[in-house]
């Protein structure tokens, strides 16, 4: 597990009675809300602390008031303390930072069996030659039927040539009836992988914390899950999760390099 600060965004909740801190929690350190403990509650005039434990794993976290019925939540990994360590002061009524460090650890030059840079003839061979389907799509686009190389589930990917080489892929990973679970542990494995999120969008809300509830929240609440993972370079990495035609979709979205014409939410 990263053990740098796992820090939040903005959470619309409702009151302290009724906010779901394993629900909340489990967006930060990539844990499915039934495998956070929750222990050592605190709270203040308009602040909350507790911590959080998964998988052996601890994290401090705190829950901000920043105005009427909006608070901030934050989650950082025990293991990123020393020991002596003074827990920083929280101003009353004031919001935590929460601004997540950029990715550090070096971008992938190659994902599910497809190596960036490649030509379409080369993309094509590592597809056909693992017994997949390869198909053209729009301008620049071909799907394979499945990844040459396994990434731990079933994934249908789609690949984007900029100038004949391949410059990012999208994998649309399915997750029936495991979608919040699921999320969870991408988002646990991409950030032990490249480091803490650059960017984070979206909280599984109190009312989203059995997967029934989160497929609801997804397909009718509209709500959307999104980290980001950027480099200097302009690589980046983005993992989604929104509401399809008919179920919701995950895809992790890989972009090499800065590729301005490339635009993620049209892979």
């Known amino acids: 597990m990263n053990g740098r600060a796992v820090l939040g965004l903005l959470l619309l909740l409702g009151t302290s009675a009724c906010f779901d801190k394993e629900a909340a929690t489990s967006g930060q350190i990539g844990c499915a809300p039934s495998e956070v403990e929750i222990s050592d509650e605190g709270s203040g005039y308009s602040s909350e602390t507790w911590t959080a434990t998964c998988h052996g794993e601890r994290y401090y976290c705190s829950r901000v008031g920043t105005g009427k019925d909006t608070s901030q939540v934050s989650c950082h990994a025990a293991s990123a303390q020393p020991a002596n360590a003074a827990k920083p002061a929280v101003t009353q009524g004031a919001a935590v930072a929460a601004t997540p460090a950029p990715a550090e650890k070096e971008p992938p030059a190659a994902v ?26 729009a301008q620049d686009h071909f ?7 396994s990434i731990g589930a079933d994934a249908a990917p789609t690949l984007r040539f900029c100038d004949a080489k391949l410059c990012a892929i999208s994998l649309h990973v399915a997750f029936p009836n495991a979608w919040l679970q699921s999320y969870a542990r991408l988002s646990q494995v991409l950030t032990k992988k ?4 650059s960017d984070s969008k979206g909280e599984p809300r109190s009312n989203c914390a059995t997967e029934t509830q989160f497929e609801a929240c997804i397909m009718t609440e509209g ?3 999104v980290r980001d993972w950027k480099w200097n370079s302009g690589t980046g990495i983005s993992l989604r999760l929104a ?4 179920a ?4 992790i979205i890989y972009v090499h390099r800065e590729q301005p014409e490339v635009i993620p939410d049209a892979l």
Do not use: D, I, N
Not at 143 to 149: D, F, L, Q
Not at 194 to 197: A, E, L
């Open 143 to 149: 799907r394979c039927s499945g990844t040459p190389v």
């Open 112 to 137: 599910a069996g497809f190596t960036f840079g490649s030509s379409v003839a080369e993309a094509s061979s590592a597809c056909t030659e693992h017994g997949y389907e390869w198909q053209p799509g």
């Open 248 to 251: 919701p979709e995950m895809t």
């Open 243 to 246: 509401a399809g035609q008919s």
């Open 223 to 225: 709500l959307k899950l």
């Open 194 to 197: 490249y480091g803490t999120p």
